[in-house]
C-alpha cells in the first residue's frame, strides 16, 4: 500500500473559482500569507522576520485575527473549491490521484478538508475511523451512507484539522441540579465537528460540544517557529502515533508539495526517524523545487534514499504519478 506525506502545494493546483457571493476562492499558499493575514504585500522587507515569526508574535500578544483570517479562507476554499474538485465531471489531477491510488493512507501538515472531500464523495473515507482515532459523529437521516462505514484511506492531519474537537475531561455530577465537577478520561476523546462546512459532508451534523466551544482556528497548531508545545496535543499525538506506525512499516514515502522547513524540524522529525527504521528507507520528494530540498533532507539523513521529482502536482499527475 502507497503512503503519502502532503504539504501546501499539494493543494496549489486546486486553483481559483468565485463563490456565490463573489469572492476570490483559493487555497492560500505561503506568499499569500503575509497579505491575507498580516495585510503585507509581496516584497516587503520583514527586517528579519519571517512569517512564521509574525504568527509567534501575534500568539505572544493574544492577537487570533491572523490564524481566524487564515481559517476562513481555507474552510471556505474546502466549502466551495475542494467540493467543486470533487464533483466535477471533467476529471482533474485531483480526482486522477485517488483514482491512482485507492486505498492509500495519507499523512498531511494541512490543515484544510480537501483529500477527505475527495474521499468522501467516492465513499472511500469516513470520520468515524478516517481521522485515524476513533470519531463520535451524528447523522442527520439514515440511508444514505451504508450503514457499516470503514474507511479505506486515512487521513492523518499532523498538525491538526479544523473539523475534529478533542476532549480530556467530561462532567461528574449534575451542575444543573447540584454540584458537578470536570474529571479527566482515561483516555481523549475526539467528535467530528465541521462547523460552518457541515453541509459538505452531508448527512453529517455537528457533534455539539457538552464542555466550552472550541473554535476551528484553536484546533490546529499554528504556523510558529517552535511548534513542541503545540504537538502535544492530545489529537496530534494519537495521531503521530498511527503515523509513525505507518512509516516505519512501508517501502516507501512519498512527499507531495512538502518543503520540509527549518522551522518544522520537530514536525517532520519523527516522520523521517521513522522511515529510517524501515525496510526500504525510500523518501520521494515531489515539488518544484525538489533538488533543494532533497539534498538538505539527505545531509540530515544519511540512511535514507532521497529521490526527486521536480514538478508540480498537475505535472506529476500529467505523466499518470511515476515514482
Known amino acids: 500500500m502507497n503512503l503519502f506525506l502532503m504539504g501546501a502545494g499539494f493543494n496549489a493546483d486546486a486553483g481559483r473559482i468565485r463563490t456565490p457571493y463573489g469572492a476570490d476562492c483559493h487555497y492560500p499558499l505561503v506568499s499569500d500569507v503575509g497579505r491575507l493575514c498580516f495585510g503585507i504585500e509581496p516584497g516587503t522587507v520583514l527586517c528579519g522576520k519571517s512569517i512564521e515569526d509574525l504568527f509567534a508574535d501575534a500568539q505572544a500578544n493574544h492577537?487570533?485575527?491572523?490564524?481566524?483570517?487564515?481559517?476562513?479562507?481555507?474552510?471556505?476554499?474546502?466549502?466551495?473549491?475542494?467540493?467543486?474538485?470533487?464533483?466535477?465531471?471533467?476529471?482533474?489531477?485531483?480526482?486522477?490521484?485517488?483514482?491512482?491510488?485507492?486505498?492509500?493512507?495519507?499523512?498531511?501538515?494541512?490543515?484544510?478538508?480537501?483529500?477527505e472531500i475527495c474521499l468522501f464523495q467516492r465513499r472511500a473515507w469516513f470520520p468515524e475511523d478516517g481521522y485515524g482515532v476513533p470519531v463520535k459523529t451524528e447523522i442527520e437521516a439514515e440511508g444514505i451512507l451504508p450503514s457499516v462505514r470503514i474507511s479505506r484511506s486515512l487521513i492523518l492531519h499532523l498538525h491538526g484539522s479544523f473539523c475534529l474537537r478533542s476532549s480530556e475531561f467530561e462532567i461528574q455530577g449534575n451542575p444543573r441540579r447540584d454540584m458537578g465537577w470536570l474529571t479527566p478520561l482515561s483516555a481523549p476523546r475526539f467528535a467530528f465537528d465541521p462547523d460552518c462546512i457541515s453541509h459538505v459532508f452531508t448527512p453529517y451534523r455537528r457533534v455539539l460540544p457538552v464542555l466550552g466551544y472550541t473554535a476551528a482556528d484553536a484546533r490546529v497548531i499554528a504556523p510558529v517557529p517552535n511548534k513542541g508545545s503545540q504537538l502535544g496535543q492530545?489529537?496530534?499525538?494519537?495521531?503521530?502515533?498511527?503515523?509513525?506506525?505507518?512509516?516505519?512499516?512501508?517501502?516507501?514515502?512519498?512527499?507531495?508539495?512538502?518543503?520540509?522547513?527549518?522551522?518544522?524540524?520537530?514536525?517532520?522529525?519523527?516522520?523521517?526517524?521513522?522511515?529510517?527504521?524501515?525496510?526500504?528507507?525510500?523518501?520521494?520528494?515531489?515539488?518544484?523545487?525538489?533538488?533543494?530540498?532533497?539534498?538538505?533532507?539527505?545531509?540530515?539523513?544519511?540512511?535514507?534514499?532521497?529521490?526527486?521529482?521536480?514538478?508540480?502536482?498537475?505535472?506529476?499527475?500529467?505523466?499518470?504519478?511515476?515514482?
Open 63 to 115: 492577537n487570533d485575527a491572523p490564524m481566524k483570517s487564515l481559517t476562513d479562507k481555507l474552510m471556505e476554499a474546502d466549502y466551495y473549491l475542494a467540493t467543486a474538485l470533487a464533483t466535477a465531471k471533467d476529471s482533474n489531477c485531483y480526482q486522477q490521484f485517488f483514482e491512482a491510488f485507492p486505498g492509500s493512507n495519507l499523512l498531511t501538515f494541512n490543515y484544510d478538508s480537501l483529500p
Open 234 to 323: 492530545a489529537f496530534v499525538r494519537a495521531v503521530y502515533q498511527r503515523a509513525t506506525a505507518l512509516v516505519a512499516g512501508a517501502d516507501v514515502l512519498v512527499s507531495i508539495g512538502y518543503s520540509f522547513n527549518v522551522h518544522d524540524r520537530l514536525s517532520y522529525g519523527p516522520i523521517l526517524h521513522a522511515l529510517n527504521s524501515s525496510t526500504g528507507k525510500r523518501l520521494i520528494i515531489v515539488s518544484p523545487g525538489a533538488q533543494n530540498v532533497a539534498d538538505r533532507v539527505a545531509t540530515e539523513f544519511e540512511n535514507i534514499s532521497v529521490t526527486a521529482v521536480n514538478k508540480s502536482f498537475k505535472q506529476w499527475a500529467d505523466q499518470q504519478f511515476p515514482f
